[in-house]
């Protein structure tokens, strides 16, 4: 973000605005012209974000030579906001500033949720702990809620001053799941946001699994044993932080080999171990490993997290889809997704899946391709029903090119 001109005193203004001499913006960027800690600063801040090449290199490499004693003292007293932002993108990495920006009023809320998103320990603890700003920045919910540093306790902290506040998080990906996990109840609202409308319930058309009675999908999600203790703190952090840091493409990779194997099963024994409030923010904040065990939880509350990760990809989407040990619950959220099912893959894994309700199915068959049709009219996995709508359809198209004929 470029500092404006009007961000700085008219004397700065004289010696680093385009009309100043080159010569002179160049002694400045470096530093050799001499001027006061506070002016430098501004007058450097300035030439950092608004030139290019060789003077605002200069600039930015003055910058980090300025003491950070007197770098303290300027933006202690510091009140402007582009100026403040800039600050906090320029020394992120230096916790004794950042903290004094932590604590400064006059520091943007949207810079702080930027820094709340990577800073961790004591520094977003005393960004947690400011309910003014988070209070009057609803953003910062998420920020802590998904950033892997951020211990569970703080978590849960800001997300009971905001709901107290009756701050609207329904933007929140994972909002209805974080909710109950938290709180052991449903939110209430009267105005749903889209993901509330697709945890309505659909009429089945098929008798249910014999295996087990499924919960309808708008089932309250109380009745959780919140009384489990939980992984301990450390490690839950130590599992987060990893399955944060996990790049998805390469997960899936290394599941197939033998050390994914190792990785997956040590993933899976602390899995066990958690409460629901951790599996839920495992499942939204966690990679494609952590996603895969999730999903298969038999608390409807974390697989359903597992849908709302901002993370989730479409070649999961579709392995869930096809996948005939997943819930009833999960394949009627897929199908009710109207974004993920005008993917071909994920429509075609759906039918195959004999936990598809049927209404879906009869819509869906209309779009397969002809090659697909035929594996399906083969195939001894697909629902009956399925089969013969494909067969129906085969004849109907060879019916239509002999007419043609």
Not at 108 to 124: C, F, H, K, N, Q
Not at 161 to 168: D, E, I, K, N
Not at 309 to 320: C, D, N, Q, R, Y
């Amino acid at each position: 973000m470029a500092i404006p001109i009007q961000s700085l005193p008219q004397g700065v203004q004289a010696r680093v605005g385009p009309d100043a001499p080159g010569p002179m913006r160049a002694m400045v960027a470096k530093a050799l012209m001499p001027m006061g800690p506070e002016e430098l600063f501004l007058a450097l801040a300035y030439l950092a974000t608004n030139e290019q090449g060789e003077l605002a290199k200069d600039a930015r490499r003055s910058l980090q030579t300025i003491p950070g004693p007197v770098l303290e003292g300027v933006l202690r007293k510091s009140r402007d906001s582009d100026v403040l932002d800039f600050a906090v993108h320029e020394y992120h990495h230096d916790e004794t500033l950042v903290e004094l920006l932590i604590l400064n009023p006059h520091v943007p809320d949207t810079a702080i949720e930027w820094l709340a998103r990577r800073v961790s320990g004591r520094l977003l603890t005393i960004i947690a702990t400011n309910q003014e700003r988070i209070v009057r920045h609803a953003s910062l919910v998420e920020a802590i809620y998904y950033n892997p540093e951020a211990p569970m306790i703080v978590v849960q902290r800001v997300f009971e001053t905001a709901v107290r506040s009756g701050l609207s998080l329904h933007h929140l990906p994972g909002f209805r799941e974080i909710y109950v996990s938290i709180f052991d109840k449903e939110p209430t609202t009267d105005d749903p946001s889209p993901d509330d409308l697709e945890d309505l319930p659909i009429e089945l058309e098929r008798p249910p699994s014999a295996d087990a009675e499924p919960e309808p999908i708008d089932a309250p999600l109380a009745g959780i044993d919140f009384g489990e203790e939980g992984v301990d703190e450390d490690d839950y952090l130590k599992v987060l932080r990893e399955a944060a840091l996990e790049e998805d493409e390469e997960a899936a990779a290394e599941s197939k080999s033998d050390a994914g194997d190792a990785i997956s099963q040590s993933l899976y024994q602390r899995v066990r171990k958690m409460n629901i409030a951790q599996k839920v923010r495992l499942a939204l904040v966690g990679g494609a490993m952590a996603r895969a065990l999730l999903i298969k939880d038999p608390k409807i509350v974390v697989a359903m997290a597992v849908l709302k990760s901002p993370k989730l990809t479409v070649k999961e989407i579709a392995s869930f889809a096809k996948t005939k040990s997943t819930t009833d619950n999960v394949i009627q959220a897929i199908c009710r997704n109207r974004e993920w099912t005008r993917n071909y893959r994920i429509q075609f894994s759906l039918l195959c899946n004999p936990k598809t309700p049927v209404m879906f199915s009869n819509r869906w068959i209309r779009n397969v391709t002809d090659n697909d049709l035929k594996k399906i009219a083969r195939s001894r996995e697909v629902p009956g029903h399925v089969i013969r709508l494909a067969k129906n359809i085969m004849n109907q198209k060879e019916k239509a090119k002999d007419r043609k004929r």
